[in-house]
């Protein structure tokens, strides 16, 4: 089996620009994910290559922190 790896992260942001939560609301909001990492063979340079990658983040939890902000 290649070499995998699991992290679990988090950040704070700004709901400050346009995309996938709508209009920008200025709230301050948490962001939860977690990544999964597939490594394939090794590259020429002797470090392993990316073979495949996943995150997911907490949709869910991100709406409810700028709806709370708006109202």
């Known amino acids: 089996m290649p070499p995998r790896a699991a992290l679990r992260w988090s950040l704070w942001g700004k709901h400050d620009g346009w995309g996938r939560y709508g209009r920008p609301t200025g ?6 994910g977690m990544t999964h990492i597939d490594f394939g063979p090794f590259g020429e340079d002797g470090g392993p290559n990316i073979r495949n990658e996943f995150t997911l983040i907490d949709d869910t939890a991100i709406w ?8």
């Open 27 to 32: 709230a301050k909001v948490y962001v939860m």
């Open 64 to 71: 409810k922190q700028i709806l709370l902000h708006s109202g």
